[in-house]
T-cell receptor, first 114, second 112 residues
C-alpha cells in the first residue's frame, strides 16, 4: 500500500508568485489534513477536508491561502502571492473515515520563498 | 498557558535505559492522544495512540494517560540510538475538533 504522497518535495518561489502543493491520501482514506511547520516551531493545523468539502479551516490564514480536495485527483493547498514568511514545511496527513482519527503523514513539501 | 506543553529537552539517556517523555494539555475536552516521532528533516511518524485512562503497551513503548491530571506520557524501554528523535505529543478532539494539536516536542538523545 502506498502511503501518503506529496509533491513537489521541494519548491522554490520568488515573492509574489503562487505555490501549489499537492497531496494524495493513502489508499482508502477520504480525510485529508494540512499542517505547517515553521522553522524551529511546532506543527500547526491548517485545514481539514473531505472529498469536495472543507470541514474545518480554522487554522488557515485569512488571506492568500486556500485548499481543495476535488472528487477526482489530489488535494491542493494553494498559496497566492507568497512572502518570505511562508517558507516552511507543509505536511499533509490522511485518515480513514470512521477511524479514531489516526492520521498518517506524507513526506512534506519544503517551500522556500526567495 | 500553552495548550500542549512538553519539555523541549534534550533528554539524554544511555542505551538500554528507559526514556520517559511527558506532556500536559489544557483542553479538558480532548479525547484522543497521539505520540509521533519525527527525525530531523523528516515527517512525523505515528508511534502510539491512547483514548482511555491507564496504560497502553506496544512493544517497547508504553503510553500512559491521566485525564483528571491532563497528563499523558510515553515510556520507551531498552532505548536504542535509533530512538534519538523529537517526540511530539498531540491531543485531539475537544476545541481542536479533528485536528491534532501538537506540542513543540521533546528531543531525545540515546547515547551508546
Amino acid at each position: 500500500n502506498a502511503g501518503v504522497m506529496q509533491n513537489p518535495r521541494h519548491l522554490v518561489r520568488r515573492r509574489g508568485q503562487e505555490a501549489r502543493l499537492r497531496c494524495s491520501p493513502m489508499k482508502g482514506h477520504s480525510h485529508v489534513y494540512w499542517y505547517r511547520q515553521l522553522p524551529e516551531e511546532g506543527l500547526k493545523f491548517m485545514v481539514y477536508l473531505q472529498k469536495e468539502n472543507i470541514i474545518d479551516e480554522s487554522g488557515m490564514p485569512k488571506e492568500r491561502f486556500s485548499a481543495e480536495f476535488p472528487k477526482e485527483g489530489p488535494s491542493i493547498l494553494r498559496i497566492q502571492q507568497v512572502v518570505r514568511g511562508d517558507s516552511a514545511a507543509y505536511f499533509c496527513a490522511s485518515s480513514l473515515e470512521g477511524s479514531y482519527n489516526e492520521q498518517f503523514f506524507g513526506p512534506g513539501t519544503r517551500l522556500t520563498v526567495l | 498557558q500553552k495548550e500542549v506543553e512538553q519539555n523541549s529537552g534534550p533528554l539524554s539517556v544511555p542505551e538500554g535505559a528507559i526514556a520517559s517523555l511527558n506532556c500536559t494539555y489544557s483542553d479538558r475536552g480532548s479525547q484522543s492522544f497521539f505520540w509521533y516521532r519525527q527525525y530531523s528533516g523528516k515527517s512525523p511518524e505515528l508511534i502510539m495512540f491512547i483514548y482511555s485512562n491507564g496504560d497502553k503497551e506496544d512493544g517497547r513503548f508504553t503510553a500512559q494517560l491521566n485525564k483528571a491530571s491532563q497528563y499523558v506520557s510515553l515510556l520507551i524501554r531498552d532505548s536504542q540510538p535509533s530512538d534519538s528523535a523529537t517526540y511530539l505529543c498531540a491531543p485531539s478532539g475537544g476545541n481542536s475538533g479533528y485536528a491534532l494539536n501538537f506540542g513543540k516536542g521533546t528531543s531525545l538523545l540515546v547515547t551508546p
